[in-house]
């Protein structure tokens, strides 16, 4: 199941057990398989700061993509982030 989430000039597509981010201004984009991702959101301000990348360590992350969140931006984030984490925690395709 193919499944996204667009914020600011970027959207990101889960699809399956891999999560890609694409910017509406560069070509690249960046992919995560799942069993690799790591997320983070804390709260700051009235919003959120949110890290996502590549999971290092015990609570590391490494690369990946930062972004500032209102709370209703990191609400609908966390919906579909949720997705993400459910594949990365099923033994689905280990």
């Known amino acids: ?4 989430f667009a914020f600011d000039n970027q959207i ?3 699809d399956g057990r891999v999560l890609e981010i ?5 070509e690249e984009s ?11 959101g804390q709260p700051h301000g009235d919003g959120f700061k949110v ?4 999971a290092s360590g015990e ?6 993509r930062r972004w500032k969140m209102t709370a ?11 997705l993400a984490i459910a594949a990365r925690d099923s033994d689905t395709g280990s």
């Open 22 to 26: 694409f910017h509406r201004d560069t």
């Open 59 to 64: 609570n590391d992350i490494v690369g990946g």
């Open 30 to 40: 960046v992919r995560y398989h799942v069993t690799f991702l790591r997320i983070d």
């Open 72 to 82: 209703a931006q990191f609400a609908e984030f966390r919906e579909f982030i949720a």
């Open 1 to 4: 199941m193919t499944t996204e």
């Open 12 to 14: 990101l597509v889960l």
């Open 51 to 54: 890290r996502l990348g590549r």
